[in-house]
């Protein structure tokens, strides 16, 4: 079993830019493939962006392409989300997921959750 925290997330302007960070810990981090998903009110959790084991590989929501960039440090257990250029739409509470599966953008193939880092984005 893994267990995940996020963190990084707060208030910034629009524009602006946060780092969210994951820390796992219980298993090696290297043995998931992991996302970040978020869920603003009132609305469905969505996918943001998923990095394979050894961070070859990645995809992003359209909505975040060419703003968001996903990486990992295996060394350090920690899966980041590098966020530029926010929009007001971006705020959510995001999460960080961790999944024993091959690579999926679907929320419902991760297996671990964190307990999530609120991002508002301000005009």
């Known amino acids: 079993q893994v267990q995940l925290v996020e963190s990084g997330g707060g208030l910034v302007q629009a524009g602006g830019s946060l780092r969210l960070s994951c820390a796992t810990s219980?298993?090696?981090?290297?043995?998931?493939?992991m996302g970040w998903f978020r869920q603003a009110p009132r609305k469905e959790r969505e996918f943001v962006a998923a990095?394979?084991?050894?961070?070859?590989?990645?995809a992003y929501a359209d909505s975040v392409k060419g703003r968001f960039t996903i990486s990992r440090d295996n060394a350090k257990n920690t899966i980041y989300l590098q966020m530029n250029s926010l929009k007001p739409e971006d705020t959510a509470v995001y999460y960080c997921?961790?999944?024993?599966?091959?690579?999926?953008?679907?929320?419902?193939?991760?297996?671990?959750w964190g307990q999530g880092t609120q991002v508002t984005v301000s005009l």
């Open positions: 997921a961790a999944g024993i599966q091959l690579f999926a953008l679907d929320g419902d193939k991760y297996d671990y």
């Open positions: 219980g298993r090696t981090s290297s043995r998931y493939v």
């Open positions: 990095i394979s084991r050894s961070g070859g590989n990645t």
